[in-house]
Every structure is written in C-alpha cells, then in structure tokens.
C-alpha cells in the first residue's frame, strides 16, 4: 500500500547514500512501468526539455541530477521541469549568478507529488519573475502517474484520462489505472464545466491542504 512521504521518497535526483540507493532503484523500476508523462502543451521536437532528475518523468525531457548545473546550463533548455524544491535551489544558484538559464523561454513545469505542498503564489510569481513563462503545475502519484495537469489558462487541474479521482471525508482520493487507490493529502472539487483552454475534461478546482479545519467544515456540511 502507498504511504504519504516527503518529496524525497519518490524522487531520485538528489539520492546518493547507501540506504537511500534502495529507494533510487525502485524509482528507476517505476519510471519503466509506465510511458513518461506527456506535457500539458504542444511542443516541437526543437524544444529542448530539462528536468531536474536522474531518470526523468516527462517525455522527450533529458535528466540533470541536482547540482549538475553546468552541465544544465549547457544544454540550453527551452522547458525547465522540477519539483518546488529543486526549482528554489536554481533560483538560488541563479540569485547568486551562478546559474544562467536565460534560454528558458518556453515553459516552467513544476512537478507536485501527493502529500506535498501545493505550489503557492509566493513561489509561482518568484517563478515568474526569474524566469517570465508560463508556469504548468503538475500533480504526480505514485510511480510517476500523472494525476492532473493545469493547462495554459491555469483554471484548475484537468484530470487526466486514466486517473479515477473520488473524494473522502473532504480528502481527494487518487487511482491509476484500477490501481490501488491513495490519499493525496489535498482536498478540493471537481468542476465539470468547459474550460477557458477549450478542453472538456474535468478539472479540479480550488485545491488545498488537507487540514484539521478542512475535515471539520467537511463534517459540519456532511
Ligand atoms: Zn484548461
């Protein structure tokens, strides 16, 4: 069964410690079980794609462990993927000069897995003003499923094809494919109405941390 745990479970980027290792080597057997994730967007094959991993998530992306940001920087990517945390430590780097991604013009994905914090307006506008594209946040579940996407007019999280969502004691449950279902740690709603983007897929809307308050205002309205 799939327990909540902190970012560092699921990803391997930044792993290098013995016991850790064990963990590195199921996130590469996860990554092959299933297809890589697709972007929320149209992309050319020109488009060069970076993530912030060993063994990337996203189709098309190429993998630059944390810290390895020369060889990051070389690449010149169009498209930068992350996790909140690993996107704050290249913001660092490029505060302190150190780190020059101007050629980043295309898109910023932000990768939030299950039981992690939402990427927050702080974070995004920080986001905004380093880099000036548009930031897609993705919702992630075990073994690097994608749950939901936000598309370009950032009005919630189309729910993907092959995830089942339902929701309990105000808390969203998530399923891929029939699999085991999880706890994300997050609540919120689904909004059936078409999008500004055009899609007619389900969106989840006003997401937020499952919270003692969040569970009281579900009981007192159940
Ligand atoms: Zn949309």
Same mark, same amino acid.
């Given at each position: 069964? /799939?327990?909540?745990?902190?970012?560092?479970?699921?990803?391997?980027?930044?792993?290098?410690?013995?016991?850790?290792?064990?963990?590195?080597?199921?996130?590469?057997?996860?990554?092959?079980?299933?297809?890589?994730?697709?972007?929320?967007?149209?992309?050319?094959?020109?488009?060069?794609?970076?993530?912030?991993?060993?063994?990337?998530?996203?189709?098309?992306?190429?993998? %630059?462990?944390?810290?390895?940001?020369?060889?990051?920087?070389?690449?010149?990517?169009?498209?930068?993927?992350?996790?909140?945390?690993?996107?704050?430590?290249?913001?660092?780097?490029?505060?302190?000069?150190?780190?020059?991604?101007?050629?980043?013009?295309?898109?910023?994905?932000?990768?939030? /897995?299950?039981?992690?914090?939402?990427?927050?307006?702080?974070?995004?506008?920080?986001?905004?003003?380093?880099?000036?594209?548009?930031? /897609?946040?993705?919702?992630?579940?075990?073994?690097?499923?994608?749950?939901?996407?936000?598309?370009?007019?950032?009005?919630?999280?189309?729910?993907?094809?092959?995830?089942?969502?339902? %929701?309990?004691?105000?808390?969203?449950? /998530?399923?891929?494919?029939?699999?085991?279902?999880?706890?994300?740690?997050?609540?919120?709603?689904?909004?059936?109405?078409?999008?500004?983007?055009?899609?007619?897929?389900?969106?989840?809307?006003?997401?937020?941390?499952?919270?003692?308050?969040?569970?009281?205002? %579900?009981?007192?309205?159940?």
């Amino acid at each position: 069964m /799939y327990r909540c745990g902190g970012e560092e479970s699921l990803r391997a980027g930044t792993l290098s410690t013995e016991p850790k290792m064990k963990q590195f080597s199921y996130r590469l057997s996860a990554v092959n079980w299933h297809s890589r994730i697709k972007l929320p967007f149209l992309v050319s094959a020109r488009v060069r794609i970076a993530e912030i991993a060993t063994v990337p998530t996203v189709q098309i992306a190429r993998g %630059f462990p944390c810290g390895r940001w020369d060889e990051l920087a070389a690449y010149q990517p169009h498209v930068l993927v992350g996790t909140q945390s690993e996107l704050q430590l290249v913001l660092d780097e490029m505060e302190k000069g150190r780190l020059d991604l101007s050629t980043v013009d295309r898109a910023l994905v932000v990768l939030t /897995y299950t039981c992690n914090a939402l990427l927050d307006d702080v974070f995004r506008v920080r986001l905004w003003q380093a880099f000036g594209v548009p930031v /897609y946040e993705l919702l992630i579940g075990p073994n690097s499923t994608l749950m939901a996407a936000e598309c370009e007019a950032h009005e919630g999280w189309h729910v993907q094809p092959e995830a089942e969502i339902s %929701f309990h004691a105000g808390e969203i449950r /998530y399923s891929f494919r029939s699999n085991p279902v999880v706890q994300t740690g997050w609540a919120g709603r689904l909004e059936m109405e078409r999008c500004p983007c055009g899609r007619d897929s389900a969106r989840l809307v006003g997401l937020e941390r499952v919270s003692r308050q969040t569970q009281r205002k %579900f009981a007192a309205t159940a």
